[in-house]
């Protein structure tokens, strides 16, 4: 209905088969490895030999590829230059242009960020190309999560694609009555209140008819409750979390062992 | 319309009450400002202002349905935002649940009841929001984000100071500006809310306006307000002179 609004890809895969939990304990796992890991290569080697077979595996490589290229690529450049550049550390120098310098420590320093970054980002990624977030909440709900929760996340995905349509209107609108939205800097600051009032009120009139639609339909209600669709979750789903888990632990025990 | 008002601000006397500020209308109301926070900051992208202003609905929940509402909100408008933009605002879920825990608390001590309390209120959230910046920035991107702070960190760290003096100053010198004229925000909205729509939330105490604001209270907060900022301009000192 609103696909546009997540990453998910309908695709049938090893992946998108997996449970929901066992894909964002994987995702978890992997940014906390790239962090604790207490060797320098463990970020880069994560996405070289765990995250690239998985997108291949998971059959969303191109969706994957694309958002990364398009999205974070630039960011991380620009992140690498920065730290690069200006990350503090004393070293032989490698490079120096208008009297800034990169040293061989901040390329270093600035190497490993930046692939810590794209691991968790791809992490979560590939968890979001190959996961529905309202199948990740209706199994969270499965397993003991407020009902509430399920309600705020899975309707903020519904909502936020209105919002954004109306928040798009109302700017039309308000230009077309004669709002200035590109002059100067105090005329665009002035504009704020007009944009934000109609958008803001007219979206919280709506909130108490709302409560007490689903009020009506037992939202408040604490006795159990059923769930449409079954989510499958196998042993070997169990087996891979739990293993998922202890490879976090044993990192962290490295981590505080050798330092 | 008072007496409910009364009742009820007997009723959450403590902040810790924290059942009573979760009813259907804050459930609600949740998705509903996790939206607001993206539309305005869509909103103020178009208008090409230096802030982002993205945390109005989260500053809402948190001074009208309590600070854990509040939290809650700006952890899960993160969340979300990770989940349907890019991964890269999850990390950054702490700072938003802390916006809204904190004006949650502003609110209850009566600081969101009239405009110059509304700017007090909106910098100890900015000083909240910078504080609990810091350790992230640190730790996930090694100091220097690849944005308009990240380029103050830069040229802090370039003049000699060191890397967690250079994001403390340079998260403290972005913050106030946003999160004031957050407040502001989401104070001029609170007041034109309807009473009646106000009252079906758990804290419509929080935002009735005093009926005369005094002279010498407005003095003694335009001194808290000085205080506050020199003693912030002492702070950066301390901590960009200490490298």
Redesign the interface.
Known sequence: MHER???FVKRDSPIHRLNPMTKAVMALSLVLIA?LSPWYWTPLALFLFVILPLSLVARVAREYWNFILK??LP??I??FI??A????GESRSIFEVFG?EITELSAR??F??VM??LV??SS??IL?LTTH?SELMSDLSRRGLPG??A???I???Q??P???A??QT??SAQRSRGLD?QSS?LR??G???P???P???G??????E??IA??ARG??STRPKTFLREIQDTSFDRALRWALIACVILTLILRIWLS | MRETAMRSQKQSSSWLNIGKD?N??T??????A???N???G???A????PVY?DS?GTVLVGVICGPWAGALTGA??N??L???I???F??WWPVAAIIGLVSGICANYGLFKSWWKVVVSGFIIALAAAISSVPISL????????GGT??I??FL??SGR??VQAVFASSFLTEPVDKITTAL?AF??LQ??SKR?LA?LPRPENVETDEKISRNQLLIAVGVVVLLILFAIFLLGRLTGAA
Request: net charge positive.
């Open positions: 609004l997540s990453f962090f999205v974070i960011t991380l620009i992140l920065m730290q550049f200006f990350l503090p800034l320093l600035a490993r960020n810590r970054i968790m980002i979560f990624t979001l977030p509430q929760f309600y705020v996340v309707s903020s995905l909502i936020i209105q919002m954004q109306k928040a109302i700017i939205t800097f665009r600051v504009g704020i209140l944009l934000v009032g958008l803001v009120f979206s919280l009139v709506e909130v108490e709302r409560a689903i009020e939202f408040t | 979760f259907t209308m459930w609600v109301l949740m998705p509903v996790i939206a607001i993206m539309a305005v869509q909103i103020v178009t208008l090409r202002l202003l109005i899960l408008a969340t979300i990770g989940l349907t890019n991964p890269d999850l990390p730790l996930v991107y090694g100091g220097i984000t690849a990240g380029m960190t830069a760290v370039e060191g890397i925000l001029a909205i034109g809310l729509f079906r």
